[in-house]
């Protein structure tokens, strides 16, 4: 899967705050964020496509994404508005519960006015676009007409689009809105990196074989079915193949796990590798995530994926 040009990942990076018994610690975090994160450390070009404010919180986030080797110059910043927030709980098995406040964030006008027209200029020009249901879920209905219309753009142009989706009820207003969202956009997918719980909620489907049907009954190309700890469903040219995950024995945090395993995946395909191989790759990352707090891992944990 050949793409000259750079990756953009579009979507919100929020401020996390992880509770602790010794107090709060604060990072940032999102999902298409953490994925843009582990692809740049993986050697892809990536740029983040967001919206934040001109605050000091924000500038500190930017830094931090910069730090990373995350492309950063079209990132709008809009005057007067703050960044989302959220917490995290996790339990003694390491699942985690979510804790939000963003209604007012900056991501959410993203692709309003003049910074709407420079992201979808920065859409247009990529060679790939990555973003998810959570992407969806923060725009209105006219932003996300604009998003399809810029990822249709890309296309004609030559460049792919991937798709998470990543359903979260709280952020829609009911499951109707969320399904339409969603396949509008999946009629512009040419890679569709679902979770199998999410696919089950929002649409009901009873196996990661209905939701691969289903996905590739929309036009999407090639499907990754994450389950979790369990096998992955890969489909692509007409062949599926069930790739087992990395068995994990000190599970800390599966938080961003899903991400991981997405830009592992696709640095992978990037790299030429088959889509079963790149799944393995996508298990090796999101196996070193879990085992770490927090959905960005540290630099030297990082696993080799070949």
């Known amino acids: 899967m050949a793409v000259q040009k750079r990756v953009v990942s579009i979507g919100e990076c929020m401020i996390e705050l992880r509770d602790r018994s010794d107090g709060l610690t604060r990072a940032f975090g999102g999902d298409t964020l953490n994925t843009a ?3 740049a450390r993986l050697g892809v070009r990536t740029g983040y496509l967001t919206a934040m404010g001109d605050d000091p919180y924000s500038a500190e986030t930017l830094a931090a994404w910069q730090a990373e080797g995350v492309e950063c110059g079209d990132v709008a910043i809009l005057p007067g508005r703050m960044p989302g927030l959220y917490a995290i709980k996790t339990d003694p098995s390491g699942e985690r519960s979510f804790y939000y406040w963003r209604s007012a964030a900056a991501a959410r006008d993203m692709l ?39 990822l249709d753009r890309l296309r004609a142009a030559g460049g792919r689009v991937v798709f998470d989706g990543n359903y979260r009820p709280r952020n829609w207003p009911d499951e109707n809105t969320a399904r339409a969202a969603v396949e509008e956009t999946l009629s512009r997918v040419d890679i569709a990196l679902p979770t199998f719980e999410d696919e089950q909620a929002l649409f009901g489907d009873a196996s990661p074989s209905d939701t691969v049907e289903r996905l590739s009954g929309l036009g999407v190309a090639e499907i990754a079915v994450k389950c979790g700890g369990k096998p992955v469903l890969v489909a692509a ?33 990037l790299a030429g590798a088959e889509p079963a191989p790149a799944a393995e790759s ?23 994926l070949t």
């Open 282 to 304: 996508g298990h090796r990352l999101a196996a070193a995530v879990i085992r770490h707090p927090g959905a960005i891992i540290p630099r030297d944990a990082m696993p080799s």
């Open 112 to 150: 309003k006015g003049a910074a709407g027209a420079a992201i979808e200029a920065a859409i247009e020009s990529a060679g790939l676009a990555y973003l998810s249901g959570i992407t969806l879920s923060i725009l209105d209905a006219d932003s996300r007409a604009r998003l399809n219309a810029a």
């Open 37 to 39: 994160v582990y692809l």
């Open 237 to 269: 040219a007409g062949r599926q193949w069930v790739v087992p995950a990395v068995p994990v024995e000190s599970m800390i945090d599966t938080t961003a796990a899903g991400d991981a395993f997405n830009a592992g995946y696709l640095a992978a395909r």
